[in-house]
């Protein structure tokens, strides 16, 4: 006749195997890898030299008809300034808003935002909080999916100390 495994034995083992497997996974730390930043975003550039690397010599056309770009027109504080941008143009797989970009032209850093996009995604639109250093003209650039490149522009003046700027 078989032993019978008592419920103190089973939960001994189980506890055993749980700090062994535990012990082997700890045992061995692996190598922290951040993600890669993206090439387009994060680089110390004039708005021209971003654009032109990002988008090469294609033309930008005034999107103004389609593109709503949602900005405060005074931001008191310039660490914190909130935009969204929704583009009115259809998303399905034959024509889709494929990204979004934001740009802050007197930014050091001018390629502040971008957003990918598929059809699944329904609408285009995208929010976020980004930082403006000063007065500046902050741009919404949309990428369609045969290439089509759209544009608004809006001037965000900046305030210190909430005074006028």
């Known amino acids: 006749m078989a032993e019978s ?3 103190r034995a089973a939960l001994g083992t189980l506890g055993a195997v749980g700090v062994s497997v535990a012990a082997g996974a700890l045992g061995r730390p692996a190598r922290a890898a951040a993600q890669e ?5 994060g680089r110390q550039e004039s708005v021209q030299d971003g654009l032109k690397r990002v988008f090469g010599d ?6 103004a008809a389609v593109i709503k770009l949602d900005i405060p027109p005074i931001a008191e ?3 914190v300034v909130p935009v969204s941008v929704e583009v009115t143009a259809s998303m399905t797989p034959a024509s889709y808003v494929k990204s979004i970009w934001i740009v802050a032209d007197k930014n050091r850093i001018p390629m502040v935002a971008r957003a990918t996009l598929t059809p699944d995604a329904g609408q285009a639109f995208v929010g976020a909080n980004i930082r403006l250093g000063e007065t500046t003209d902050v ?3 949309v990428e369609q999916s045969d290439g089509t490149l759209l544009m608004a522009k809006r001037e965000v003046k ?3 100390g909430g005074c006028g700027g």
Request: hydrophobic residues 45%; glycine residues 8%; without cysteine.
């Open 77 to 79: 504080n310039g660490a």
């Open 158 to 160: 900046v305030t210190v």
């Open 58 to 63: 294609r033309p930008i056309k005034d999107g």
């Open 5 to 7: 495994i008592t419920r």
């Open 139 to 141: 741009r919404a650039v």
């Open 37 to 41: 930043a993206s090439p387009a975003l």
